[in-house]
């Protein structure tokens, strides 16, 4: 079956540091990857996607490629603020350009400290 | 347009009590989707409902839980008899439709079992 592990966390890092959140997948086929991150009280929010090999997302300073030969999806910031502080949840869909029935990682929370 | 809106957003039940978690998706949203997130773990798919249809229904437990989206009003999770291995958060999502769209999420409702 499909699966999604990520780095653990917590992850504390100083504003302006550098981010990488890592990410790898098990799945049949090109599943679709996606990034979600949820802030403190609210619902997971979509961050970035990407649908196929070598595609990239970006988004609000956050990047991630779909690397299929590592079956991979880092995600990544050079430069994070205090406002990122959030858990952030890697997934995988393997129908493509959809985003129903993910498979979801188990969330990396990021504290970034001023 | 509001987002995706569950409720409540924390449950207390005592063990062998019904637990009744709503959904109301987002406007013109005809898809939702339930999730599970035991602690320390990702979220995990539970079912996925149209209008009136239970479409997939493969990560539901086999007993004690059921799932409904009426032709009106807000979706329904019911947990009957709760035991503790039933607390966690209980995420819902809603996509506008098949395809490539974006499924957006509620807050979610923290079920906690005593």
């Known amino acids: 079956g499909n699966s999604v592990t990520q780095m653990e966390g917590p992850v504390t890092l100083s504003e302006e540091a550098f981010l990488t959140i890592n990410c790898t997948y098990t799945?049949?086929?090109?599943?679709?990857l996606f990034w979600y991150v949820q802030y403190p009280g609210e619902g997971l929010q979509l961050l970035l996607k990407a649908t196929k090999a070598d595609d990239k997302g970006s988004n609000k300073g956050f990047e991630a490629t779909y690397r299929k030969e590592t079956t991979s999806f880092h995600l990544e910031k050079g430069s994070v603020q205090v406002s990122d502080s959030a858990v952030y949840f890697c997934?995988?869909?393997?129908?493509?350009?959809?985003?129903?029935?993910?498979?979801f990682g188990s969330g990396t929370q990021l504290t970034v400290l001023p | 347009n509001a987002g995706v809106m569950q409720n409540p957003r924390h449950l207390v039940r005592r063990r062998g009590q019904e637990a009744r978690l709503r959904c109301s998706p987002m406007?013109?949203?005809?898809?939702v989707y339930w999730y599970r997130q035991l602690p320390e773990e990702g979220l995990k798919f539970m079912v996925y409902l149209q209008k009136e249809n239970i479409i997939d229904e493969s990560g539901m437990p086999k007993e004690r839980f059921s799932a409904e989206f009426p032709k009106e009003g807000p979706s329904i999770l019911r947990i009957q008899q709760v035991v503790r291995g039933d607390s966690a958060a209980y995420f819902c999502?809603?996509?506008?439709?098949?395809?490539?769209?974006?499924?957006?999420f509620g807050q979610g409702t923290r079920l906690t079992v005593v």
């Open positions: 799945a049949t086929g090109y599943p679709s």
């Open positions: 999502a809603s996509e506008q439709g098949s395809g490539n769209t974006e499924a957006f």
């Open positions: 997934a995988l869909s393997d129908r493509p350009g959809s985003a129903r029935q993910l498979t």
């Open positions: 406007k013109g949203h005809s898809h």
